[in-house]
């Protein structure tokens, strides 16, 4: 399916904003934007102590304009995945889960070992399913996951993959990638697709450069992603205990 046909999304960070923060996202301009902007990823913090000084901003003025939220968690793999889990939800307050798919951020090896790594990442999944009755979204691209992750190990996630073109020199605007992204060893299907790192800013002078995304599907596609009903009962690996999967749920 050629791109035009998927649902359009951004992910922003504090970068997309001035550092003396004169220079904001105008969400008005985000909402006029044509193609649709059907989502918006926003970074929400790093680790077990960090949070992104944007990312408020970003999750109420996104949720204003009507767009699917994607906060996104950026994992140090030796760390404690209780603690990162925790700051994690400490930054999300009193969100509704069932309406905001939650992402973790998996680009660090930290000189960490693929075991760690894998075993990192499962329990921190594990934790967000336990806690919100959802599974994530694991952010990531294809040789990194092969590098550094088992995937047979992990339990249900979905996948957003990273994939571009090889960049234009600045200040030119890089194309998309198109669809779909490289698969990782043992995953069978995609949900998103980072296609740029290169793409025009929207709503910004901030930075000359926004990561655009695509969802493997139409926009109607993406809302019934977000909202599929009788969540099912998905067994956690790492404690052979229940957890509930819900609208995220999808074997890898």
Partial sequence: ???????????????????????????????????????IAMRSGISWGYQDPWFSYYFQEAERIGRIRMPYHVLYPGESPITQMDNFFRILGDTNFYAVP?????????????????TTTAKCITILANRTG???????????????LCVQDLPPVYWWLAQYRFSWPYPLYTPEFPCPPALPSGVITWSFHQTSQRGQ??????????????????EEDLKTFIGLPDPQPVTCPLDDQPCTGGKYLETI
């Fill in 102 to 118: 939650l992402v973790l951020d998996l680009e660090i090896d930290h000189g960490q070992t693929p075991a760690r790594i894998t």
């Fill in 201 to 218: 800013s929207i709503g910004t002078e901030a930075m000359h450069y926004m990561d655009y995304n695509r969802f493997n599907g139409s």
């Fill in 1 to 39: 399916m050629p791109n035009s046909n998927l649902a359009f999304g951004i992910d922003l960070s504090k970068y997309n904003t001035s550092a003396d923060g004169r220079k904001k996202v105008d969400f008005n301009v985000v909402a006029a934007h044509v193609p649709k902007v059907a989502f």
């Fill in 134 to 148: 959802c599974i994530p979204v694991i952010y990531s691209r294809a040789n990194w996951v092969n590098r550094f």
